[in-house]
């Protein structure tokens, strides 16, 4: 399938009826990118019904946060989820950034990102931003020094819902730093 070109895609604030499709790509996402880190039982199981009463949740109360979805042609291609002013130190968290696997590599990411960033400007106390991702995500983490991110701290993967279970031993992630708020621009490859 051919990457998407940016030019197709249709950016617009998530809204209540949108937790099915963003809870869709979110656990097809985790099921392709978590394996290792996250237990495969966890990841075989019904992690589509948790992330759709996850995404059910913010969607009912979004204070705080902003999620913006990527659309081409209708579709679901990708999707940002932040919370503005998280940390004092970091700033905001894009706590959640997908992309559909046959559009990866096409810019959206870069997009979504840089959509963010200018919601944190407009809606945070200052322009700061952070992110985690897995040790093991280097095609992420090779994405995110590509739009300017600096890798600042190393920690364990917090485990998902809280339950330890749902890990696979110990597994590490990275936060990276966008101190000013400023997203350079990548190649659409990247």
Known sequence: MTATEPSSIR?????PEDAGRVAELHADS???HYRGAYADAYLD????????AVWTERFAAPEGTATIL?????????????FLDH???????????????TQQRSG??????AEACGI?????????MYLWVLEQNSRAQGFYRAIGGTAVERALVPPPGGIPERLNGNPGCIRFSWPDGVVADAPPQV
């Open 45 to 52: 199981g019904d992690i589509l019904s948790e992330r759709t």
């Open 11 to 15: 950016l617009r604030a998530a809204r």
């Open 120 to 128: 944190i400007a407009e809606r945070a106390s200052r322009p700061a």
């Open 87 to 101: 940390d004092p130190q970091w700033g905001s968290l894009i706590d959640n950034l997908h992309v559909r696997h």
């Open 108 to 113: 959206i990411g870069r997009i979504l990102v």
């Open 30 to 32: 985790w099921r392709r």
């Open 70 to 82: 990527a659309e081409d042609g209708g579709e679901l291609a990708g999707f940002t989820h932040t």
